[in-house]
């Protein structure tokens, strides 16, 4: 329980924030759910991949993620990406 009105403000800022950054965490997740999935079926696409890498580079200036975090996540997509469209040259 807060003692002060400030602590009181303190406990509803982070609990908005808290929202808003599980909401974007949710969003990179599910665009490199997306992505990996068009990767494995067999259809690489590379917007879906674009898009992913570009809401994980946001996510790390926004402070949601590491920038380590989010650059080995790039890079692991990357690479099955490059593996995919490699194998199937279409």
Excluded: Q
Aim: glycine share 2%; no cysteine.
């Amino acid at each position: 329980m807060a003692n002060t009105k400030s602590a009181e403000k303190r406990i509803r800022a982070n609990a908005r924030r808290a929202l808003r950054n599980k909401m974007y965490r949710s969003r990179v997740k599910t665009a490199i759910k997306k992505a990996e999935r068009a990767i494995f079926a067999g259809t690489p696409n590379a917007e879906l991949v674009r898009e992913a890498m570009s809401l994980l580079d946001r996510a790390a200036v926004k402070g949601i993620i590491h920038k380590n975090n989010a650059a080995r996540r790039k890079s692991r997509l990357a690479k099955k990406f490059a593996k995919a469209t490699a194998a199937s040259p279409s």
